[in-house]
């Protein structure tokens, strides 16, 4: 028994490690890939109790979404599922110079509570001037990524949303 236990421990370790969590201004990270070149895969802030019915709640976030100074699009809306997911498109500054990140929302809403998970987060690598040229790489979590400002910048979008769901 005690040698099963120490090769189940042996192989727990020689397995790569294929998500790792953190935290960043409160929101909890997944990331994914070796040390040296982690990715962010999903982004989840907190759950948020509000009056209302999935519907409802879904409704009021497609209302924020489509204020003009949301930094946000609406992509698909399953109002009786209790889900939506729109993109933002955000500019910040880091090194003296203006760049562009890309994430998508998505609003996942039940019986009085909603919650708003981040994911295929980016940065704009390449653009043409066409929106539909555009080449984004996924934010990675390298120290010389300058991946802190590109989080921050989306994280505000949804920090937006939230409090407008509350105005």
Known sequence: MKYANWMWLAFLLSVPAQAADMDFQGYAIEAEGPASGRQILRVQGKRYAIPGTPAQVVGKAQGCLSQRDSRAGVVSVDADGGRLVAVSRVEYRDGG????????????????????????????????????????????????????????????VEKSLVDCMFN
């Open 97 to 156: 110079g203006a760049h562009l990140a890309r994430g998508w929302l998505t609003v996942d809403a039940g019986d009085g509570a909603f919650g708003v998970a981040l994911s295929k987060i980016g940065v704009l690598q390449a653009s043409s001037g066409d929106a539909a040229d555009e080449v984004f790489l996924p934010l990675g979590l390298d120290g010389g990524a300058g991946w802190e400002p590109a989080l921050a910048a989306v994280i505000e």
